[in-house]
């Protein structure tokens, strides 16, 4: 999913989760949010892209960002980490 800011992916988050009627799914927002937000706090730049991924057991959370010297780079973050 490419997305043109964070806020977007919350936003969409929300109407499915709203849609659906489940807590858990808001919970998993929240969380894909606070991985968001401490990947652009720690490469002060753009993300470009957020993959939900299911390996076994493990959630992980896959995210592109454009940091600000132009390179692209891939951040994997675990879930409250």
Do not use: W
């Not at 470009?48 to 973050?77: A, F, H, N």
């Amino acid at each position: 999913m490419i997305v043109s800011s964070p806020l977007r992916i919350l936003a969409c988050a929300f109407v499915i989760s709203a849609a659906v009627g489940t807590s858990s799914a808001l919970a998993t927002d929240a969380q894909v949010q606070e991985a968001i937000d401490r990947v652009q706090r720690e490469h002060s730049g753009k993300v470009l892209s957020v993959q939900k991924l299911q390996i076994g057991k493990r959630k992980i959370y896959r995210i592109k960002v454009l940091t600000p010297d132009g390179q692209v780079k891939v951040v994997e973050v675990k879930p409250n980490d």
